[in-house]
Every structure is written in C-alpha cells, then in structure tokens.
C-alpha cells in the first residue's frame, strides 16, 4: 500500500499530531515516500532479528500511528500482525497471546511496563521504542537487512489478524484474508474517487482496526494532503482541523459525538469539512444534524457505513442536512450492491417482510476466514452461508436497512434502546453519552454522562423521559468511568457489573 502510493505520489504531505515512536526524529511532517522508506527499513530490521514468514507477530504496544506502519513491515516479510489494542488489560493481553500459539510479541517499553504483561506465552519479544528491558531485543538496534520483495498473500491466506471489540468479554481474534478485505474495498474506491480525491482527509481511527487499513488506502490512493490524529480530544483536534482544514473527516461514532463542541469553535476546524464518514454503528440525529451545521461547504453529506471486524461494512448511505432534520436516525443505508445479500429472519432463521424486525444475516465475499483457535465458535454464526450480524433490525419497503438494537444488548420492555438513546440525546444537549441497559430484572436502567460531567438537571430529565417507556432512576456516572472498547463503543456488559458493584448508587 505504501509502495503503491509512494510511485505515484510520493511526495505528498502526512502530517500526524504526535511524532511516531520509532522515528521520533522525524517529527509530525512526514511525506508518503518517506514513509515508504521507513516500512521498508522496518521490515529489514525485522528480518535481522529472525522474522520470518509465516510467523504470527503480535502488535501491542502504545497508541501511535507506527502501529500501522509495523503491521505494513511485518507482512511485508511474509509473517503475520496480529494488532492488538493498546486499550486491553495486560491479562486480556496475555490470554490472546496464548491463543497466537507463541507468536512474536512487538511492544515498546513503556506499555510493557504500564500493563504488567505476563510475556511468557511470546516465542520472542521485540522492543519498538524504550530502554532495553532483560530478555527482550531492541528492533532499532537490529541492522537493516536486504529484502528481495515484499511477500503478497494469497487470496485465501491469512493477511493479518484483528480482534473484537470485546463488548461481550475476552476478544475473538478474526483472521482476515486480502481477498475479504479487497472485496471490502472495491465498492468503497468507486465513491472515493468521486468524494475524496480532491479532498485534505483526516483520519481519527483506532489503528488496530481492519477499518483503519481501508481508510488509509483511500487517503494515500490520490496524493492528497492526509492527516492521522492519535488524540481525538476536541481540544486537540480543534487546533489541528483549524490549521489543517480538511475535506474529509473520518472517526469512530462516539467520537462524533465528543466533536460536537467543535461546531462553532474558534478558527472554524469543520468549516472546510465536505465529506464526514462514520463506520461500525449508526449515529445519533443530533451529532449528525449538529456537524453537517457546522460546514460551511456546499451541500455536505454524512456517509455511514454498518459492518464488524468480522465482514467489514455490509451497508451504507449518506445524510444531508436536510435528511438530518426530518430523519429518524437509525437507518443505516442499504445491502452494499454486488457485494453483500442481506435478509432479516425470525428467531427461527425464516425471512421476514420488510417493516418486520427481526436477526440481520448476510451472505458476503468480505467475511473473514475464522476465529482463530475458535473455528468452533466462528462456525455456530453461520447459517446455510448466511451469517449472523447479532444485531436486531428491519428492512423498508425501500430496502434501507433500519438497526434497532445489538441482540445481547436487548432490553426487555423497549423495543430498541438505541432509538430512546437517540430521542435523549436530542432532548438533552447536555449529554455526552446515554446508555440504557438492562439490570435484575426490572426495568430498564438509564445511565448519563454530561459534558464536563456537570451534574444532571432533574427537573429537565423528567421532562426529557415524558413519553418514553417507564425506566429506572438515572444513574449519573463520569464519562471517564465507562468502559469502553479501542473504538469508544460502550462495553455494557461490563457497565452493568459496574452499577452492581456502587450498588446502584450514582
């Protein structure tokens, strides 16, 4: 990809807000050759120290845009990243690397130390950036080996391997192969090409996510002027869009949210935004209709796609301001053409009609290989070809797909949280996030976050919840307080071992 990029456009600007771990030299300007020629040097230094191919290489290490460009090395030698998020517990860590079947371990000193990572299931451990630690090899002390080209995978082998976000538990490790991950592509080029191309992009992803690596193809294919943020915070973010003044804007859901205060900021950092895109889940209205505002472009739109690790993006559309206005929000566009059937069944795997609610499946060329270690497991969501989303929704008579709800997350008396979180949010400007869960049995729980966790008016939440279905007292928890997977989604099962642990108290 950085070849690729690099012949045609190499000396095209990549500026990144924090300087990356192993060329700290090279500060925040880079160029696409240039960074060309770090994957490259990389990749000898990896050779050096005994990488070879068909080894698995595990990536945790801290957050930094050099995630990706370690990932690139690796495979360019013919082994294989397994990215892991910086955001895991060093036990959650350990457990996976375990289930690599002694794989490299690629980590830099710091968050090994941070984590307290058990390293005793790695074959090896290289060190990224740090002081040396016992034990352990210094990648930039290794000496750059010549290469005799890069390895390209085929089709159906593995490529990399990803993980879950892990909202239910331990992560599943997904093994994704060139031929998914170029089918994920295909459709996607076709809109870029007619969006991006003359376009500054910003990206704001979690670099260990399968997303990530589509997005920054589409940002190096056309020589634009790219930006990579590590730091999504608005104060941050603000100055750098400012400066910067991007066409393109990419970034998880939740962090839309968080960018909101940015509408209206000092220096206009979304004046120049054209273009928004927003992948895994649906978006709230308000974010939506508050961000298109913010442009001061000529008809802007919000494209969102909906997808997992494990199939990439299944659907897609866009929003304009005023399908923001008189939108209901959780239509997520519809079944990518050409590339992914989709159908809504029963609890019994029947179709269903349109309008009806029911389980999404989708029968798709971007589907992953497997679970790794959990073929079992990867096999039991597969129906006749069909595959098993998890999520709860329904198709209109347009054949626009509308989620409502993820399946474990149900709960019992709403018919979809998501949609009285949405109706909160647009009540409440003062939210930063509203999760309803389900606790003990009784009725739904609403649990808020403010911004700068100011505390909650009651008298407007009252006013706020009239006409909703019946819910429990509002619990109050500080935003930092929330668990959250690498790409800001809410982990709620874990939110709901929380409450029981205060007791339920705010």
């Not at 990579?228 to 003044?245: M, Y």
């Not at 971007?366 to 070809?385: I, K, P, S």
């Not at 019992?412 to 949609?419: K, Q």
């Not at 109050?476 to 690498?486: E, G, I, M, S």
Request: with cysteine.
């Amino acid at each position: 990809m950085f070849d690729k990029a690099a012949r045609t456009h190499a000396s095209a600007p990549v500026v990144l807000d924090t300087p990356l771990q192993v060329a700290p030299e090279g500060g925040t300007h880079w160029t696409v050759g240039a960074l060309a020629r770090l994957v490259r040097e990389l990749a000898g230094r990896l050779v050096s120290a005994g990488v070879r191919h068909g080894d698995r290489v595990a990536l945790y290490k801290t957050n930094n845009f050099d995630i990706a460009l370690l990932a690139a090395a690796v495979q360019r030698v013919g082994a294989v990243p397994a990215l892991l998020s910086p955001t895991l517990d060093g036990q959650t860590a350990a457990r996976l690397l375990e289930r690599l079947e002694r794989p490299w371990l690629l980590i830099d000193t710091p968050h090994l130390e941070a984590r307290g990572l058990d390293t005793s299931a790695a074959r090896r451990v290289l060190l990224s950036a740090g002081p040396a630690v016992a034990g352990a090899q210094v990648l930039g002390a290794q000496a750059v080996a010549s290469l005799a080209g890069t390895y390209r995978a085929r089709p159906d082998e593995p490529a990399f391997i990803s993980h879950t976000s892990g909202t239910t538990g331990v992560p599943k490790l997904v093994v994704q192969t060139p031929d998914a991950l170029w089918q994920r592509l295909r459709l996607q080029q076709v809109v870029a090409s007619r969006t991006w191309r003359r376009e500054p992009v910003a990206l704001c992803v979690s670099f260990v996510h399968a997303r990530f690596y589509s997005a920054l193809s589409l940002g190096l294919a056309y020589g634009n002027p790219l930006l990579v943020a590590v730091d999504a915070d608005p104060a941050v973010i603000g100055p750098l869009f400012a400066r910067h003044r991007p066409g393109v804007v990419e970034t998880q859901p939740n962090t839309f949210v968080d960018w909101e205060v940015l509408a209206g900021a000092a220096g206009g950092p979304l004046a120049n935004v054209r273009y928004y895109n927003a992948t895994f889940d649906a978006l709230h209205p308000r974010t939506v209709r508050t961000l298109l505002g913010a442009s001061e472009r000529r008809s802007p739109k919000f494209f969102q796609l909906y997808g997992q690790s494990e199939t990439g993006p299944v659907a897609g559309g866009w929003v304009t301001a005023r399908g923001a206005a008189e939108g209901g929000g959780r239509s997520v566009g519809w079944p990518l053409p050409g590339i992914v059937r989709m159908r809504i069944v029963d609890d019994g795997g029947r179709p269903v009609r349109s309008g009806t609610v029911g389980h999404i499946e989708v029968r798709s060329r971007t589907r992953a290989l497997t679970y790794l270690g959990e073929d079992e497991r990867f096999r039991r969501q597969l129906h006749d070809g069909w595959w098993a989303m998890g999520d709860l929704g329904f198709k209109d008579a347009l054949g626009r797909l509308h989620l409502l709800d993820r399946g474990v997350d149900q709960v019992e008396a709403v018919d979809s949280s998501l949609r009285v979180e949405d109706t909160l949010m647009a009540r409440l400007p003062e939210l930063r996030e509203i999760v309803i869960v389900g606790w003990g049995g009784g009725r739904p729980v609403p649990v808020a976050c403010t911004r700068d966790d100011a505390p909650l008016d009651p008298v407007r939440w009252q006013r706020a919840v009239a006409g909703l279905p019946a819910m429990e007292a509002v619990r109050q928890l500080p935003f930092d307080r929330v668990p959250r997977t690498a790409t800001w989604k809410v982990r709620r099962a874990e939110l709901v071992r929380l409450l029981a642990e205060d007791g339920g108290h705010d």
